[in-house]
């Protein structure tokens, strides 16, 4: 499956942001998707995952603050950010795996991965 992120942009400290990740062919109720980011200078880390049976699984940091669904329909997982903080500042990317009925932070055991998507945080 390929992926593509999508709805980055510019947004305040405090404000929101819902991110997309939609598939080119396959339909996506048989993997778990993820969003995982990477800031400049850092390591790449999980920020939330739904599996495919749509359990989710939060990174410590996001947590509370974002949520993600999918519409399956529509072959698309959203990632829902609210309470945005400077350390939020990122690329996102989504990455899936088949099957996979539990979410696990090994960005090797993810593909699909497309070109990210950036989001700044800033006053």
């Known amino acids: 499956v390929q992926l593509q992120a999508s709805g980055g942009g510019l947004v305040q400290p405090g404000g929101s942001l819902t991110l997309s990740c939609a598939a080119s062919?396959?339909?996506?109720?048989?993997?778990?998707v993820a969003w995982f980011r990477q800031a400049p200078g850092k390591r790449r880390e999980l920020a939330s995952c739904?599996?495919?049976?749509?359990?989710?699984r939060y990174g410590d940091t996001v947590n509370f603050r974002f949520t993600i669904s999918r519409d399956n329909a529509k072959k698309t997982v959203y990632l829902h950010m609210n309470s945005l903080r400077p350390e939020d500042t990122a690329v996102y990317y989504c990455?899936?795996?088949?099957?996979?009925?539990?979410?696990?932070?090994?960005?090797?055991?993810?593909?699909?991965w497309g070109q990210g998507t950036l989001v700044t945080v800033s006053s």
């Open positions: 062919s396959a339909a996506l109720d048989e993997y778990a």
């Open positions: 990455a899936a795996r088949f099957r996979a009925v539990h979410c696990n932070s090994y960005s090797w055991e993810y593909s699909g």
């Open positions: 739904i599996s495919s049976d749509d359990s989710t």
